[in-house]
């Protein structure tokens, strides 16, 4: 069998947890609507230089974390390790014909990147994300932030922190960087291996590294928003001031960069205390040089993923989990079993969740397993009722029982059992 069993970092999601998730799912899809956003299914696999442009020959993703294969016609392809870079991909050769902007999608799947597996950190996970392409209004970095806290609050995720922070443009990025270059030079010896590598190709991450030794040094770096241009700071400033109005709480982390080299102006996390180390649930931003480093035309966008595994940690019990049966249906001998099979499935066409036990099973052993599938009715038919063209149907919670005609079968059944949940 361990021939056989799953691979490092690869969960497979089970009955029991995937009733949550079809929960969750519902409410996104509920939730991103209102919001203005459509769906959109990119491929799982892409050219590998999508994501080497899009993320950057530099970030940890590029560096060391995608799978990627050679298709067979040699060309180099890669399991998506994120949303973004595909959805632009196909915004450009799609759908950017399309004369409503901004453009608004959201998307949900499978990401792969080869990282330790640990808590909260698996090879193949689940994004939820959305994309808003074509503004560069800050009132669309609200609406995006606005739409991620309504969704929490649906879901009844409590103890979330909204972390805020603005990254600068091509116009005031250069000269904070240089800043940051020459405080991080006297620090460079105690540096991890990593980040002296990052050093030269791209300083802005080491403000991200995690380890120890990094952090006492990066936590009196200078900030980004020290020298953010005036068109950065007025964006900013309406970023908070939108927030406010909507009472959406945020802190500023003027530390917090992204991993991902395109972000630009706003940068936000969405994080908790009860998950440990992998504390973020969410993660996004502005990304305005995105679409022109793909081969667009310049356009602003911007956007967020949200970890669906480490959330999935965080939301309550579902209504989607442990539905019981609204019927069981115990036919006795073959005749009631041919005559109740069609029953059953008018009844599942009505949506009822029904079953059917055996026809040669016991009564006792029927009613047993009625009992373990948490039945809130049964009918049972035998040759008696056949013969006498009616039966009861019998509520397992108040013992209840009502005389049902056959000739009104499924209306009776439908109007006693209900769609009760
Ligand atoms: P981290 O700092 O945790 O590595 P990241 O910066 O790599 O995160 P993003 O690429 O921004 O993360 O992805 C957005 C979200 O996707 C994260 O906030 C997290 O919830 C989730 N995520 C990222 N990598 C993994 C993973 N390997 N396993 C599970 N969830 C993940
Ligand atoms: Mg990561």
């Known amino acids: 069998m361990k021939e056989f069993s799953s691979l490092k970092g690869f969960k ?24 203005g956003f459509s769906l959109i299914r990119t491929p799982i696999l892409e050219r590998t230089a999508l994501f080497t442009r899009s993320i950057g020959e530099t970030s940890d993703i590029v560096e060391k974390e995608m799978y990627t294969f050679k298709d067979w016609n040699g060309g180099n392809i890669t399991l998506r390790p994120e949303g973004t870079a595909s959805v632009v991909r196909a915004y450009l050769e799609k759908t950017s014909h399309t ?17 330790r597996p640990q808590a909260g950190r698996l090879r193949q996970f689940h994004q939820l994300g959305a994309e808003i392409i074509g503004e560069i209004d800050p009132r669309q970095d609200v609406e995006l932030l606005s739409l991620l806290h309504t969704f929490f609050k649906r879901l009844g995720v409590e103890g979330l922190t909204l972390e805020l922070n603005s990254l ?33 190709a791209n300083p802005l991450r080491i403000l991200d590294c995690k380890k120890k030794e990094c952090r006492v040094i990066t936590k009196k770096a200078p900030p980004p928003l020290d020298y953010l241009c005036q068109e950065c700071s007025d964006h900013f400033k309406s970023v908070q001031k939108g927030l ?26 969405i994080t908790t205390t009860a998950l440990g180390a992998q ?41 989607f989990q442990n539905l019981p049966l609204h019927l069981f249906l115990i036919p006795l ?33 029927q009613m047993k397993r009625a009992d373990r599938l948490g039945a809130r009715f049964v009918l049972i038919v035998g040759e008696d009722e056949i013969d006498r ?6 509520d397992m919670a108040t013992k209840e029982q009502i005389n049902i005609e056959f000739t009104e079968l499924t209306e009776t059944i439908l109007s006693n059992v209900g769609l009760r949940d």
């Open 333 to 365: 001998g073959k005749m009631a079993g041919e005559y109740l099979f069609p029953v059953l499935y008018a009844l599942r066409r009505k949506e009822l969740r029904c079953e059917m036990g055996k026809e040669n099973a016991s009564l006792k052993s």
């Open 244 to 269: 406010r109005k909507l009472n959406i709480s945020f802190v500023i982390r003027p530390h917090l960069v992204r991993g991902l080299d395109y972000y630009t102006k706003t940068a936000f996390e």
């Open 12 to 35: 497979d999601l089970l009955p029991g947890e995937s009733e949550r998730w079809e929960w969750v799912e519902s409410i996104a899809r509920t939730t991103f609507r209102a919001f």
């Open 279 to 319: 504390n973020a649930v969410a993660a996004g931003g502005r990304y305005d040089g995105l679409v022109a480093a793909l081969g667009g035309p310049a356009t602003p966008a911007i956007g967020f993923a949200i970890g669906m595994e480490r959330l999935m940690q965080l939301v309550p019990p579902s209504p």
């Open 389 to 394: 063209g009616t039966t009861v149907l019998r």
């Open 99 to 115: 004369p409503i902007l901004p453009a608004k999608f959201y998307y949900s799947g499978p990401m792969f990147r080869h990282e």
């Open 168 to 200: 600068g443009c091509p116009v005031c990025r250069p000269a904070y960087r240089t800043s940051l270059k020459t405080y991080l030079e006297e620090h460079l010896p105690t540096l991890c291996e990593d980040c002296q590598r990052r050093f030269m």
